[in-house]
T-cell receptor
C-alpha cells in the first residue's frame, strides 16, 4: 500500500457520459498530480494541485477538469467521454520537492 | 519543453545477469530524476532517485548513473530476478515545473 488511495479501481461507462475519479494523497502530502496512461504508453501529465490551488497544467483536455478539496483529496472529472479516453488514470502525491508516490490507478473503459 | 526517452523498448536478460536500462532527457534544467517500476495493472513503484548534483546513487541491487553532460541516465539492476520483470520508466523534473515528465518505458523480461 503506497498510501495514495484511488477509487474506483475500475470504471466502465458509455460514450458521452461523465465520470469522477477520486484520489486521497498520502497523509501530509499537499501536492496531487494526475496522469493518464493509455495502453502500452508512458504516463502523460494532466494537472497538479498544491494545497487546494491549481499549480500546473499539462496535456489536459477541456472536457477534463480537476479540483483539490480542503481535506486535500482530489477529484478528476471527465465529461463527454470518448472511446479514446479509455486509459489508466493515476494520481500521485508529494510532500515537498522530492518523492512522488503513485496510487494504484483507476482503469476507465469507455464503450 | 521536456522530453524524456528510452533507448530500448524491450530488454530480455537471463536470470542472474545484470540489466542496464537507459534513458535520455532533453531539458538541461532537469534537477531530479526517478526510476519507477510498473507491473501489469499496477501503479508505478518508486525504485531509486537521484538529484542533479550527484552522478551515482546506489540502492539494494540497483544503481542509477547520471551523466549531465550528455543528458543521460541509466538504471542498473544486479543479479536480475524473475520478479524484476516489469516496465521501467525514467522520469525527470525541472524545479520550475515540479511535475514529472516520463519516458516511454522499457519492458524488462527475465528468462529463467
Amino acid at each position: 500500500d503506497s498510501g495514495v488511495t484511488q477509487t474506483p479501481k475500475h470504471l466502465i461507462t458509455a460514450t458521452g457520459q461523465r465520470v469522477t475519479l477520486r484520489c486521497s494523497p498520502r497523509s501530509g502530502d499537499l501536492s496531487v498530480y494526475w496522469y493518464q496512461q493509455s495502453l502500452d504508453q508512458g504516463l502523460q501529465f494532466l494537472i497538479q494541485y498544491y494545497n487546494g490551488e491549481e499549480r500546473a497544467k499539462g496535456n489536459i483536455l477541456e472536457r477534463f477538469s480537476a479540483q483539490q478539496f480542503p481535506d486535500l483529496h482530489s477529484e478528476l472529472n471527465l465529461s463527454s467521454l470518448e472511446l479514446g479516453d479509455s486509459a489508466l488514470y493515476f494520481c500521485a502525491s508529494s510532500a515537498r520537492a522530492y518523492g512522488y508516490t503513485f496510487g494504484s490507478g483507476t482503469r476507465l473503459t469507455v464503450v | 519543453g521536456e522530453s524524456v526517452g528510452l533507448h530500448l523498448p524491450t530488454l530480455s536478460v537471463q536470470e542472474g545477469d545484470n540489466s542496464i536500462i537507459n534513458c535520455a532527457y532533453s531539458n538541461s534544467a532537469s534537477d531530479y530524476f526517478i526510476w519507477y517500476k510498473q507491473e501489469s495493472g499496477k501503479g508505478p513503484q518508486f525504485i531509486i532517485d537521484i538529484r542533479s548534483n550527484m552522478d551515482k546513487r546506489q540502492g539494494q541491487r540497483v544503481t542509477v548513473l547520471l551523466n549531465k553532460t550528455v543528458k543521460h541516465l541509466s538504471l542498473q539492476i544486479a543479479a536480475t530476478q524473475p520478479g524484476d520483470s516489469a516496465v521501467y520508466f525514467c522520469a525527470a523534473r525541472t524545479a520550475a515545473g515540479n511535475m514529472l515528465t516520463f519516458g516511454g518505458g522499457t519492458r524488462l523480461m527475465v528468462k529463467p
